[in-house]
């Protein structure tokens, strides 16, 4: 059972560039977010899916996109990085019952250089 | 606007005793608190939680009580074991909204 995968692990990126972080789970849940973990921020919410097909707003989402074209899959993208998103991206799911309790993903380290 | 705030970045405990975390918010609509724990190179995982309802929910060696009127949790560990060394994030939902607060180490000396 691997619960949340999120593809890649490691990445660094030249100002400017573009990428797509892949996040998938394997439990059915209807609900997938991605955040990210600044050092003294704690997780912020970027992105959420409350369903296939649907996507919202968290709390920073400038300057990134996301996709929910398949239930188990949601993709992260940003479009020209810059250096201010360098952080730890996590990806969660979570069942519409006890949506707030989570399942994290090992996160993926992204530096912008 | 860090809406919940975990104002001690670290906390050391002797393998025995109890640890006592602390958390504090901002927003009175929060209506449901959660404890992650989250180990190196690893994600946060849910710990216990508590609806706005209650004041005391406990599981196995975890409690957690809550203070609507401070606007305060805390998470009891008792007793206190090396392996629950790892960085503890308090979080509180409204809605679909949850908010973090930037964790707390604890290191557990055997």
């Known amino acids: 059972n691997a619960g949340v995968t999120q593809t890649p692990k490691f990445r660094v990126l030249k100002t400017g560039q573009s990428m797509t972080l892949l996040c998938a789970q394997d439990?059915?849940?209807?609900?997938m977010y991605w955040y990210r973990q600044d050092p003294g921020m704690g997780l912020r919410l970027i992105h959420y899916s409350v369903g296939e097909g649907t996507t919202a707003k968290g709390e920073v989402p400038d300057g990134y996109n996301v996709s929910r074209l398949k239930k188990q899959n949601f993709l992260l993208g940003l479009e020209s990085a810059a250096p201010s998103q360098t952080s730890v991206y996590f990806c969660?799911?979570?069942?519409?019952?006890?949506?707030?309790?989570?399942?994290f993903g090992q996160g993926t380290r992204l530096t912008v250089v | 606007d860090q809406q919940v705030k975990q104002n001690s970045p670290s906390l050391s405990v002797q393998e025995g005793r109890i640890s006592i975390l602390n958390c504090d918010y901002t927003n009175s609509m929060f209506d449901y608190f959660l404890w992650y724990k989250k180990y190196p190179a690893e994600g946060p995982t849910f710990l216990i939680s508590i609806s706005s309802i209650k004041d005391k929910n406990e599981d196995g060696r975890f409690t957690v009580f809550l203070n609507k009127s401070a606007k305060h949790l805390s998470l009891h560990i008792v007793p206190s074991q090396p392996g629950d060394s790892a960085v503890y994030f308090c979080a509180a939902s409204e809605g679909n909204d949850m908010r973090f607060g930037a964790g707390t180490r604890l290191t557990v000396k055997p």
């Open positions: 969660a799911s979570s069942s519409s019952l006890t949506w707030s309790e989570a399942f």
């Open positions: 439990m059915n849940h209807e609900y």
